[in-house]
């Protein structure tokens, strides 16, 4: 494997989890809750309606508010790493 690939599938690891936290506060995600008017509250408003009027524990809302609020677990980190470097690679490989 080139060293080119080895370093663009750092960076995407590294830079996912980084970028992360801002993605999702970006949207709406923060440490206090969804923020008004977001996509995060669009996203939450529709949720509750497609469950009739609560939002799911486990759905990809509850999930992203929690990640927002207490930050990912070791597991989730690791995902999260895995999926950016992944796909780095891939790009990588396509560049080159």
């Keep these: 494997m080139a060293i080119w690939t080895i370093g663009a599938i750092a960076a995407g690891a590294v ?7 801002v993605v999702l506060g970006a949207v709406g995600f923060g440490s206090v809750g969804i923020a ?5 509250a669009k996203m939450m ?10 939002v ?3 759905s990809a809302v509850a999930v992203l508010q929690s990640a927002a609020m ?4 070791t597991a989730a980190t690791a995902a999260v790493a895995g999926v950016g ?4 690679g891939i790009v990588s490989k396509i560049i080159k």
């Design 15 to 21: 830079g996912t989890v980084v970028a992360l936290p």
């Design 36 to 40: 008004a008017g977001s996509v995060a």
């Design 45 to 54: 408003s529709a949720a509750a309606v497609a469950n009739g009027g609560g």
């Design 56 to 58: 799911a524990a486990g």
């Design 70 to 73: 207490g930050g990912l677990s």
């Design 85 to 88: 470097g992944t796909v780095a």
